[in-house]
């Protein structure tokens, strides 16, 4: 079984049409910055399905005859650290982003894959430095600020961390490609709830993450939980249901943070 690439997902979020082919989400102004952001087409485009298919080798083959004839381009490098990205080898991945940062025209996903890398690598002041450079190159979008958040909640920082999950929220929630996106942040700012004690809280971020994501499946495990701690047994059972029954629905998602 070839594995599911949450990273990939994401870029396609990233890029502001969730599930298009690479020439339909790529090659459009970011959202708020005006930065163009270069297409994946050609080629390059037929790599860009083969890493999303698991083929990572492959694409790999591809994009060295790619960059052969037509030099390190910034796509193509970001391309190829994402096939080390999808394969978990995130020492590798974070060595072809910073190259693709390195080239031009700038390509901004760049920098927030190499933000999840770093912090998969643990290399915390690369990965908000990262987030932080895309946020300035995109300011509308709301992952990176999920990623910043993640971070401040691993350092303990509460009140930067409900801030940014606060921001991922805001700036995804019109925007019905990104349910996803805002399903997670309200998970997290659920978590912070029950750190703070503010269960009742925890309770309504949950409710209305599974209200806009149905299938978002750690949400109903946290809410029967939260509900189970709040002496309302009914609701506990009922979430314990719904969590089961997404399971049964919905391949188990990778559990990775992005």
Same mark, same amino acid.
């Given at each position: 079984m070839k594995p599911a690439i949450?990273?990939?997902?994401?870029? #396609?979020?990233?890029? !502001?049409?969730?599930?298009?082919?690479?020439?339909?989400? +790529?090659?459009?102004?970011?959202?708020?910055?005006?930065?163009?952001?270069?297409?994946?087409?050609?080629?390059?485009?037929?790599?860009?399905?083969?890493?999303?298919?698991?083929?990572? !080798?492959?694409?790999?083959?591809?994009?060295?005859g790619w960059m052969d004839t037509h030099g390190e381009d910034a796509r193509a490098l970001f391309l190829f650290g994402l096939a080390y990205h999808s394969e978990r080898r995130y020492a590798r991945s974070t060595e072809w982003f910073r190259r693709s940062l390195d080239a031009t025209p700038v390509y901004p996903p760049s920098a927030h894959f190499l933000g999840w +890398?770093?912090?998969?690598?643990?290399?915390?002041?690369?990965?908000?430095?990262a987030f932080g450079r895309h946020?300035?190159?995109?300011?509308?979008?709301?992952?990176?600020?999920?990623?910043? !958040? #993640?971070?401040?909640?691993?350092? !303990?920082?509460?009140?930067?961390?409900?801030?940014?999950?606060?921001?991922?929220?805001?700036?995804?929630?019109?925007?019905?490609?990104?349910?996803?996106?805002?399903?997670?942040?309200?998970?997290?700012?659920?978590?912070?709830?029950e750190l703070q004690g503010n269960r009742n809280t925890a309770r309504l971020h949950l409710e209305e993450a599974v209200k806009i994501d149905p299938d978002r499946v750690e949400a109903w495990h946290r809410l029967a939980r939260c509900c189970r701690r709040l002496g309302d047994d009914s609701a506990a059972v009922d979430a314990e249901q719904q969590h089961a029954a997404a399971l049964r629905r919905n391949t188990p998602r990778t559990g990775f943070p992005e």
């Open positions: 949450t990273s990939l997902l994401l870029l #396609l979020l990233l890029q !502001g049409c969730r599930g298009g082919t690479p020439e339909e989400v +790529s090659g459009n102004e970011t959202r708020d910055a005006g930065i163009k952001i270069p297409a994946i087409d050609g080629d390059l485009a037929v790599a860009y399905r083969l890493i999303e298919e698991g083929d990572t !080798g492959p694409a790999r083959i591809r994009l060295r +890398s770093s912090y998969y690598l643990g290399d915390v002041d690369t990965s908000i430095e946020i300035k190159m995109t300011p509308g979008e709301g992952d990176s600020h999920y990623g910043l !958040g #993640l971070l401040a909640l691993d350092a !303990g920082d509460l009140e930067e961390a409900e801030a940014r999950f606060n921001d991922a929220r805001r700036l995804q929630l019109d925007r019905p490609d990104r349910i996803d996106g805002v399903s997670k942040a309200l998970v997290r700012m659920a978590e912070l709830d």
